[in-house]
């Protein structure tokens, strides 16, 4: 296998920080299902509908960070 | 190995596809990133499908059905009945001389049948050892995570009879 490439550190921290961002959303949108998922089989429907633009806006958030992660890793490779 | 270790300049089908076994479990942030962001895009489907399903279910129309005779339940005494459908046990309860309530018998927790006692005066259910206000449904103790779905009883004449069901 080659040599590693030379990475930027400020990049790599950067990354990991979108990374751990990424996992902090997730752990928000789990709890966000099971509640959702508790109130619809408790007869609450009104919560339904703002949960699930929450949980498409946090997904949304995620797919950001993730691709600037990539970019980020793919520029940090050069 | 480490899993942070630094990434080569190798294409990716080389990395996927590496000499060393070793190297095939090396995850890269890029790959880390993609399956969380699947994770999320996973919860917000489910997030969509509980909304969808919300739309779906309509309040439906409850039958009228009679399940007991004024008087043909002892004071403290029960009878079981299913409502609304043959699949739905329910419980009613003869609290007092003059006061009946029934709850589905489906305990919120796990579908246990849940069972009145006289004694403590609860609807329990003996598999975790939930129990159930009998005056209005409501979690006591133990696991349940919701009240018992209450139905609605109404008095015609000398019939008790089931006209809906009310969550709590």
């Given amino acids: ?78 | 190995m480490s899993v942070w270790r630094q990434p080569s300049r190798d294409p990716l089908w080389r990395e996927e596809f590496p000499v060393h076994t070793e190297d095939e479990r090396y995850v890269t942030r890029r790959q880390f990133a993609k399956f969380l962001t699947l994770t999320s895009l996973g919860m917000a489907v489910g997030n969509g499908w509980i909304l969808v399903r919300s739309w779906i279910r309509r309040p439906s129309a409850y039958p009228s059905v009679s399940v007991a005779r004024i008087g043909e339940v002892a004071v403290g005494g029960v009878k079981l009945f299913t409502y609304p459908t043959p699949n739905d046990p329910c419980i009613l309860v003869r609290t007092a001389e003059d006061a009946y309530v029934a709850y589905s018998q489906v305990c919120t927790h796990l579908s246990c049948a849940v069972y009145f006692s006289a004694k403590t005066r609860r609807l329990e259910c003996p598999c975790h050892n939930g129990s159930f206000s009998v005056a209005d449904g409501s979690v006591i103790a133990g696991p349940p995570p919701r009240p018992l779905p209450k139905v609605v009883l109404e008095r015609r004449g000398a019939d008790l009879v089931a006209t809906g069901m009310e969550s709590a």
Wanted: hydrophobic residues 60%; proline residues 4%.
């Fill in chain 1, 1 to 78: 296998m080659a040599e590693p490439a030379p990475r930027h550190k400020n990049d790599l921290v950067v990354i990991d920080a979108a990374l751990a961002l990424i996992a902090t959303l997730l752990v928000v949108q789990m709890w966000l299902l099971s509640a959702t998922l508790e109130a619809y089989l408790s007869g609450h429907d009104r919560v339904v509908l703002p949960a699930a633009v929450v949980s498409a806006v946090i997904f949304l958030a995620c797919l950001g960070l993730s691709l600037f992660a990539g970019r980020g890793d793919e520029r940090s490779r050069l």
